[in-house]
């Protein structure tokens, strides 16, 4: 019997409660800043709710405009720009 891969379903959160938008941008959407929006609760948080396949992912937010890192992520990979993405891995 063939084991069907599905899709798992990872929240990303980001707190700044200042923030007028909050995206969220990585390998699993191009870098694409207008894929993946967050929303904002009335404590300042944001979060949104991405379907993603297992494997390995680099990730960002972009908040107002400025690229920042997940805060709760423990494990960065250095990037093209010498700064750091945060790895995703989804099993």
Request: with cysteine; hydrophobic share 40%; charged share 25%.
């Amino acid at each position: 019997m063939i084991e069907k891969i599905v899709k798992k379903k990872i929240a990303f959160k980001y707190y700044a409660p200042q923030a007028k938008a909050v995206a969220l941008v990585g390998t699993f959407n191009g870098w694409n800043a207008e894929a993946n929006t967050l929303k904002k609760n009335k404590e300042g948080n944001w979060s949104t709710v991405v379907s993603l396949f297992p494997g390995n992912y680099e990730y960002r937010f972009i908040v107002d405009g400025r690229w920042k890192d997940d805060p709760t992520c423990e494990i960065r990979h250095l990037n093209v720009y010498g700064g750091y993405n945060c790895v995703l891995y989804v099993f």
